[in-house]
């Protein structure tokens, strides 16, 4: 990447600009934009380990795009547990279904129906065969308690495991003809393997899953330095986890040194271990240079510019997460090592600036929030809009989570010094409220980028990138004016 300016100050994304180059790169289909860091992500894209963002649905189709979730701290082992196994056993091609026996009730199916962006349950028989599916269409204006089974649409494309051998395309049109555009897909035995939907053949041409050695999809996990680190990774590891997080607001202190060579000698040296050892968060060349040297495969970079982090407000500590990242990576990359890029990602273009800067991943927060995946429970606001509530995970609501089983005292110590915000309502957007679509939206936009800058990998966006400083009038200028982006 080269700078064509002498910044004064530090940068954040809005302070920046691509100039477009040269280009041999015809396609954005041409550009690949697998990472090199050792976490089999295809598209540089990371869900954050919020508790409203991250949870099995939302790993499940992260890893089935090519991306990773980091589940949060606060679970406990078991539900960790419980979860990796749960993603593990997901199909990388066909979209896990939500079921009903015929005897459950459409007030059953209108509650299910908001975890998925295709809308509708399947109704199955007791040996898992479908039976059909109920919609909306099925649900509006009939008695909430009627069961599922008498009010079913039967008009539905069964696929065995042959049709999906057929080619993208065909495949593609049969199921955008049925009358619910999406297709049931069974196994031999005629039992219900999943669903699958006209998207979901267009995507899997466009994205390779996030895969481990044997096949399954991938699964991150973030432990707090205050836990039992030892004991927490050498567990993560028995439950299958594929990277670890060790995870605080200020990374560069003695306690997450010394948990970060405790977790390195649970793992073993990193050669030795597929497993990824993620720690954070830092700003500057000396943190990466310190978290590194004691165990860490990547440093998470960032302080302070999350959408619902107060921190530079209530302390002023942090730095503007453009320079953060530009000095972290090379830092990282001097020592053989990478980056993550966690937070004040708004934008595409956000996300292609850190990329050029030398991140290999870039954490996604709030922006994926307000999506069916997030584990957060569906509302509707008073002009109708469906959203979802968001919060940081250093606010009060967070911490008191966090302290639950500690006693009152101690928890109200802790409360006094919340640096996040309790609660904001993330919206969907309408039409494209899965977080399948976000991904579409960042990857079109970055691919973009690569093609601009004549780059058709991460690797060689990083070094063509040409990356100018602009105004606050020179970003303005850039934006729509009828700007709809949240």
Request: include cysteine.
């Amino acid at each position: 990447m080269r700078l064509i300016h002498t910044p004064s100050t530090d940068l954040t994304y809005d302070d920046c600009f691509f100039l477009p180059a040269r280009s041999a790169v015809t396609s954005r289909f041409d550009v690949d934009l697998a990472s090199d860091d050792g976490t089999g992500t295809t598209v540089p894209l990371i869900a954050a380990n919020m508790t409203a963002v991250t949870g099995r649905r939302m790993a499940e189709v992260m890893a089935r795009r090519g991306g990773l979730a980091v589940l949060p701290q606060d679970l406990s082992a078991e539900r960790i547990a419980s979860i990796i196994r749960s993603v593990k056993q997901r199909d990388v091609l066909v979209d896990h279904p939500l079921t009903l026996p015929a005897e459950g009730t459409l007030g059953q199916a209108a509650d299910l129906l908001d975890k998925r962006p295709h809308g509708v349950v399947v109704v199955v028989d007791d040996d898992r065969r479908p039976l059909g599916v109920v919609s909306e269409q099925e649900i509006l204006g009939r008695d909430s308690f009627a069961a599922v089974g008498e009010m079913l649409s039967e008009d539905v494309l069964i696929l065995t495991a042959p049709d999906l051998a057929a080619e993208p395309a065909q495949l593609h049109s049969r199921i955008a003809a049925t009358h619910h555009d999406v297709a049931l897909v069974v196994e031999e035995d005629g039992s219900l393997r999943g669903v699958l939907t006209a998207h979901g053949v267009l995507r899997s041409t466009i994205y390779r899953p996030n895969l481990d050695a044997e096949g399954r999809l991938r699964i991150a996990v973030a432990v707090g330095i205050n836990a039992d680190v030892a004991q927490r990774v050498q567990e993560l590891v028995a439950a299958g986890a594929d990277v670890i997080v060790l995870d605080t607001a200020h990374g560069h202190q003695d306690k997450m040194l010394s948990a970060l060579q405790i977790a390195r000698t649970a793992l073993g040296p990193s050669a030795q271990t597929p497993v990824r050892l993620v720690a954070g968060n830092v700003v500057t060349a000396e943190g990466t240079r310190e978290l590194i040297e004691a165990g860490a495969d990547i440093a998470k970079v960032g302080v302070g510019p999350g959408a619902m982090c107060t921190t530079r407000m209530m302390t002023g500590v942090g730095r503007p997460q453009f320079s953060a990242v530009l000095e972290c990576a090379a830092e990282a990359r001097r020592m053989g090592r990478h980056i993550w890029a966690d937070g004040g990602v708004r934008h595409p273009r956000d996300v292609a600036l850190a990329l050029a800067a030398g991140a290999s991943n870039v954490m996604i927060g709030s922006w994926f929030a307000g999506t069916y995946e997030s584990p957060g429970q569906m509302r509707t606001d008073e002009r109708g809009r469906r959203y979802k509530e968001n919060f940081g995970m250093a606010s009060k609501r967070a911490v008191s989570h966090r302290t639950a089983q500690e006693d009152a005292f101690a928890r109200a110590r802790k409360g006094l010094f919340e640096e996040g915000i309790s609660t904001s309502r993330m919206f969907l957007q309408e039409g494209r409220g899965g977080v399948e679509d976000l991904l579409d939206e960042i990857t079109a936009g970055v691919r973009s980028s690569c093609t601009y800058a004549g780059a058709s990998t991460a690797e060689e966006f990083r070094e063509r990138a040409v990356i100018g400083l602009q105004s606050a009038a020179g970003f303005a200028e850039g934006r729509p004016v009828a700007a709809s982006w949240s």
